[in-house]
């Protein structure tokens, strides 16, 4: 009976997997996509942790009550491993939903399988990790480099513009400084020219 009741509940647990899975989890091919390899491969656990966890060994756990109610040993029994199954199931499926796991394993699916008829070699990694980050990252690096002479040397046009601009500004109030001297001093002038004409005049003949 407990076996039976094992294998009931290990062939069950595809009944309890969450539904909602995307159609696009389908195999393509011949190949078998990752959300149902994934699926699988949760569905393989939980049949080995049932058996792990066999009702033969739940007595042992629990002798003395189960020598005294078995049927109500057997329905804890039960509902325990048909909770933990479903508890399990839906923390694989609150994973997926964050990580968004089942569109990026089919969106990997569907690189793989466009891989599949480019005649091109494929990269591969030489071995050594210092020489395949230098080769990686190296065209992104120069094209960072790249981007950032090209807005220093903007930069660079921007400030030579507001340079130019400021000093041709000094100019024009050093010549407008000297204007307001010029006519200071002129006004000066005329104004002693009229004293001195003011004081002829007032001398007595």
Excluded at 20 to 27: L, M, Y
Excluded at 153 to 169: C, M, P, S, T
Aim: net charge negative.
């Amino acid at each position: 009976m407990a076996e039976a009741c094992s294998a009931n509940l290990g062939s069950g647990s595809e009944k309890r997997r969450p539904e909602g899975s995307s159609p696009e989890s389908v195999t393509t091919g011949t190949s078998i996509s990752r959300v149902k390899l994934l699926d699988t491969m949760v569905d393989t656990f939980l049949q080995k942790l049932v058996a792990a966890g066999s009702y033969q060994r739940f007595t042992d756990c629990y002798k003395r009550f189960y020598q005294l109610q078995p049927e109500m040993t057997q329905r804890i029994y039960d509902k325990f491993i048909t909770q933990l199954q479903t508890s399990i199931w839906e923390e694989i499926s609150e994973i997926k939903e964050e990580g968004n796991l089942e569109a990026v394993l089919n969106t990997l699916d569907k690189i793989v399988e466009e891989g599949k008829d480019r005649k091109e070699p494929a990269w591969r990694p030489s071995g050594i990790p210092e020489e395949d980050l230098c080769r990686a990252m190296a065209p992104y690096f120069l094209q960072q480099r790249d981007t950032l002479q090209h807005r220093v040397q903007k930069q660079e046009a921007e400030n030579r513009q507001l340079a130019d601009a400021v000093l041709a500004g000094r100019r024009q109030v050093e010549k407008l400084q000297l204007q307001v001297q010029a006519q200071q001093q002129a006004w000066q002038a005329l104004h002693r020219e009229q004293r001195e004409l003011m004081a002829v005049l007032r001398e007595p003949e």
